[in-house]
Nanobody, 123 residues
Framework: QVQLVESGGGLVQAEGSLRLSCAAS????????MGWFRQAPGKEREFVAA????????DYVDSVKGRFTISRDNAKNTEYLQMNSLKPEDTAVYYC????????????????WGQGTQVTVSS
């Protein structure tokens, strides 16, 4: 059974940084494009970032470009989301996701979801 387990969330002040990790098990990690979504209270889940199987293609939602960096280490079955210059509007539950391609992931056609990790940015 495939498991995606996020970690690294927490409470941080505005302009601070956090690094989220997503550890995968139960499947060949390099078989999937990986990414991150987030869901703020009262809002729909939204795409944040995606990375292709070998890391050659990366995409971000416009609101995080220049502040967030997605990466993956296939040897460690782990993906990361480095979040810098955090803003209160980044507050949300962040979900790790796996999909066949980055295009499908961005559309929400996700094979597997993590359980989510809370990120709270105070002003």
């Amino acid at each position: 059974q495939v498991q995606l387990v996020e970690s690294g969330g927490g409470l941080v002040q505005a302009e601070g940084s956090l690094r989220l990790s997503c550890a995968a098990s139960g499947r060949t990690f390099s078989s999937d494009a990986m990414g991150w979504f987030r869901q703020a209270p009262g809002k729909e889940r939204e795409f944040v970032a995606a990375i292709s199987r070998r890391g050659s293609m990366i995409d971000y939602v416009d609101s995080v470009k220049g502040r967030f960096t997605i990466s993956r280490d296939n040897a460690k079955n782990t993906e990361y989301l480095q979040m810098n210059s955090l803003k209160p509007e980044d507050t949300a539950v962040y979900y790790c996701a796996a999909a066949e391609t980055t295009t499908l992931l961005k559309r929400g056609s996700v094979r597997y979801w993590g359980q989510g990790t809370q990120v709270t940015v105070s002003s």
